[in-house]
C-alpha cells in the first residue's frame, strides 16, 4: 500500500496522478483505504499518534483487515479515551511497518500524496461522499429577470456572511462546513437544536449562518473558531488550557460565555436523507413556510431565521439590495420560488453581491495590531480618493509586498493603488466607506485617483440608480 502513495507522490501532474489511480482501480484494499481516509463522514477520535515500537518482526503480525476494524471501533466509539489510545498503539504495534505507516496517515485524514476528492471520484466513481450544498450563481441580470416573468415574485434574503453550517440533527447533533469539516460548537444552540428533531420526529438537516450576538462578521467567525479550537482538543483529550487563556485575555470572557451568545440564522430545512443525496424535489416556497412554522414552534432564541423580503420586481429587489449595503451587509441572494435544494449552483438562486474596483490614493500606512501577525510591520495601507473626500484602510496585502511597502514606505506614499471592494457603504460617523476594501496591485503607470463622484459612479454602473 505504501508503494502506491510513494507511486503517487512522484509526479505533481493531476494527469499523471489519475492514471496512477486508474492502474490501481481494481485493488478494493486500496479503494478502501481511500475511503476511510477522505470520507468526511468519519471520525477516529485521535489527534495524536501515540508513541509505539514497531519491530516489522515476521511474528504476530496484523493485518490490513485488522488496521480496519481498528479504524471501525474508534470511528464508532466502540472504544474511547485512554482505550481507544490503547487499541491503536497496539494496532500500530502489531502491523507490518508500511501498513502501519498507511494507518497513520488515515488516522491524520490524509495520505500526503496531494490528491483531490475529486481525482479519486472521477476514477472511482462517486467513492468519496461530497457535502452537498446549494450555492449561487454570479448576478447575470437576464436570469433575475426571468424569475419575475415567469413566477411574478423572488425572496431576497439578507447575506450577512457569517460562518457557514450544515446543521445536522439525527440521535446527535453535529455542524459541519460547506467541505463537510466539523464546527464544534456545544452549549445553548447545541442543546437547542435537539428541539427540532423532538418536532419534526426525522432526521434533518438546517442551512444557515453562525453568528455571534454583540459582534460584527469579522469578530464573530475568529470568536467561533477559536471556541471550535478549544471544544476540539477537549473533544480529543489534548491541552486546551492555553487556548482558553489566549480567548478569556482576548475578549475578556470565558469562552462557555460567548459560546451561549452564538446563534444560526437558517435559510433552508432538508430531510437528512435527501441532503444525502444532494437533492431534494420541494420548491423553495413550500421549504421556506416549513421551516418557519418550525422556528416558530420550538421558539428557540438560538435558532432564528433569515432576513428576507418578497419583492415583485427587479427593481424593487435592486433598491433592497442597495439597502442591505448602506447597512454594511454583503448584499442579496436572489431566490426563486419554484427552485428545488440541489446540490451545486442553480440559475434560481443569484448572487446579488457587487465587486467594485477603485483607483485611489495611498496616503499612509498602518503598523499591525499588538498580538496580530504583523505586529511589526505592515497592518494596512491608508488610502484616499484624489480630493481626498473619503479614506479607508486596506486590507489583503500579500506577504512579500507586505514587507516591500513597509521596509520602502516613501516610495509606495503617493502611489496609486487598485482597491477591489463589494461597494461603498455608510460608515458610523455617516461617512462613506468602503465594503471590505482589499488591494489588487499598485500602479506606476496612474497618477490621478478617483474621485467620490467617479467612485459613486463607478457602482452605480455595476448596480444600475
Known amino acids: 500500500m505504501k508503494t502506491i502513495l510513494q507511486e503517487l507522490n512522484e509526479n505533481s501532474s493531476t494527469n499523471y496522478k489519475l492514471d496512477v489511480l486508474k492502474k490501481h482501480k481494481d485493488n478494493q484494499d486500496f479503494k478502501k483505504v481511500l475511503y476511510y481516509t477522505y ?19 515476521d511474528i504476530s503480525y496484523f493485518n490490513i483487515k485488522d488496521m480496519f476494524d481498528t479504524l471501525d471501533m474508534l470511528r464508532t466509539r466502540t472504544v474511547t479515551g485512554n482505550k481507544a489510545i490503547d487499541l491503536l498503539e497496539l494496532t500500530l504495534t502489531r502491523l507490518p511497518k508500511d501498513l502501519a505507516y498507511v494507518l497513520e496517515l488515515i488516522i491524520g485524514q490524509d495520505l500526503k500524496c496531494n490528491i483531490s476528492t475529486k481525482s479519486i471520484n472521477k476514477v472511482f466513481k462517486d467513492l468519496i461522499p461530497v457535502t452537498p450544498y446549494m450555492g449561487a450563481i454570479i448576478y447575470d ?5 426571468d424569475i419575475f416573468k415567469k413566477y411574478g415574485m423572488a425572496y431576497a434574503e439578507i447575506k450577512e456572511d457569517g460562518r457557514f453550517a450544515n446543521l445536522i440533527i439525527k440521535d446527535d447533533v453535529s455542524l459541519v462546513s460547506r467541505n463537510g469539516k466539523p464546527t464544534y460548537i456545544f452549549g445553548k444552540l447545541y442543546n437547542e437544536l435537539f428541539r427540532v428533531k423532538e418536532f419534526t420526529h426525522s432526521d434533518t438537516v438546517l442551512t444557515g449562518e453562525l453568528l455571534v450576538n454583540g459582534y460584527n462578521r469579522l469578530q464573530g467567525n475568529g470568536i467561533i ?42 435559510w433552508d ?57 448602506q447597512q454594511g451587509l454583503e448584499g442579496l441572494i436572489l431566490k426563486s420560488p419554484a427552485q428545488t435544494f440541489v446540490s451545486g449552483k ?45 479614506t479607508v484602510y486596506v486590507s489583503g496585502i500579500s506577504d512579500s509586498l507586505r514587507d516591500q511597502i513597509w ?28 465594503f471590505f476594501p482589499n488591494l489588487v496591485e499598485i500602479r506606476d503607470d496612474k497618477d490621478c485617483a478617483n474621485t467620490l463622484e467617479e467612485c459613486i459612479q463607478i457602482e452605480k454602473s455595476i448596480i444600475g440608480d
Open 39 to 57: 470520507n468526511q463522514d468519519f471520525n477516529y477520535y485521535i489527534k495524536k499518534i501515540p508513541s509505539y515500537i514497531n519491530n516489522d518482526l
Open 141 to 145: 441580470n437576464k436570469k433575475a429577470l
Open 225 to 266: 473558531l477559536a471556541i471550535s479550537t478549544i471544544n476540539e482538543k477537549i473533544l480529543f483529550s489534548e491541552d486546551s488550557y492555553k487556548d482558553e487563556q489566549k480567548f478569556l485575555k482576548t475578549y475578556g470572557v470565558d469562552y462557555k460565555t460567548l459560546q451561549d451568545q452564538i446563534y444560526a440564522k437558517v
Open 269 to 325: 430545512i432538508i430531510p437528512y436523507e435527501f441532503y444525502l443525496k444532494g437533492e431534494f424535489k420541494v420548491q423553495r416556497a413550500e421549504r421556506l413556510q416549513k421551516l418557519e412554522t418550525l422556528l416558530n414552534n420550538i421558539d428557540s432564541d438560538s435558532l432564528v431565521l433569515i432576513n428576507y423580503k418578497v419583492v415583485y420586481s427587479l427593481d424593487q429587489a435592486k433598491k433592497f439590495f442597495k439597502e442591505t449595503l
Open 346 to 390: 442553480p440559475n434560481g438562486q443569484i448572487k446579488m453581491k457587487i465587486e467594485v474596483e477603485l483607483d485611489l490614493r495611498i496616503i499612509g500606512f498602518k503598523m499591525g495590531n499588538i498580538g496580530s501577525k504583523y505586529e511589526n510591520t505592515l497592518g494596512a495601507i491608508h488610502c484616499s480618493t484624489e480630493l481626498g473626500e473619503m
Open 407 to 434: 521596509n520602502n514606505k516613501e516610495s509606495y506614499l503617493s502611489k496609486i493603488a487598485v482597491v477591489k471592494c463589494n461597494g461603498l457603504s455608510i460608515n458610523k460617523d455617516n461617512g462613506i466607506n468602503l
